[in-house]
Nanobody, 126 residues
Framework: QVQLVESGGGLVQAGGSLRLSCAAS????????MGWFRQAPGKERDFVAG????????RFHDSVSGRFTISRNTAKNTVSLQMDSLKPEDTAVYYC???????????????????WGQGTQVTVSS
């Protein structure tokens, strides 16, 4: 079992930056591939970024590629999402997730993730 807690959300103007963090507790953190998803009101939960167990592989949704960076610190049991050049369409609740599939992989479907945080709101004003 893994418990995930997100932090770092808030209100920012378009063009600004935010850094989200996800703190993991429970079973060995390095055994999990991690991901960030987001869900806007009335929409499905969408993949944003994912990272393998050691940070050696990462993937991004096309809409955030070049603006967002994902990283993890296995010593601190944290995974972070650096969001730059934010746009109003980035407004959503952002969720951290952990997958029990092979930790060397990076997964883009919410169905591939087993543990979820409670989410943190990100609002980008125009």
């Amino acid at each position: 079992q893994v418990q995930l807690v997100e932090s770092g959300g808030g209100l920012v103007q378009a063009g600004g930056s935010l850094r989200l963090s996800c703190a993991a507790s429970g079973r060995t953190f390095r055994g999990y591939s991690m991901g960030w998803f987001r869900q806007a009101p009335g929409k499905e939960r969408d993949f944003v970024a994912g990272i393998s167990w050691n940070g050696g592989a990462a993937r991004f949704h096309d809409s955030v590629s070049g603006r967002f960076t994902i990283s993890r610190n296995t010593a601190k049991n944290t995974v972070s999402l650096q969001m730059d050049s934010l746009k109003p369409e980035d407004t959503a609740v952002y969720y951290c997730a952990a997958s029990k599939l092979s930790p060397i992989g990076v997964y883009t479907s919410s169905l591939e993730y087993d543990y979820w945080g409670q989410g943190t709101q990100v609002t980008v004003s125009s």
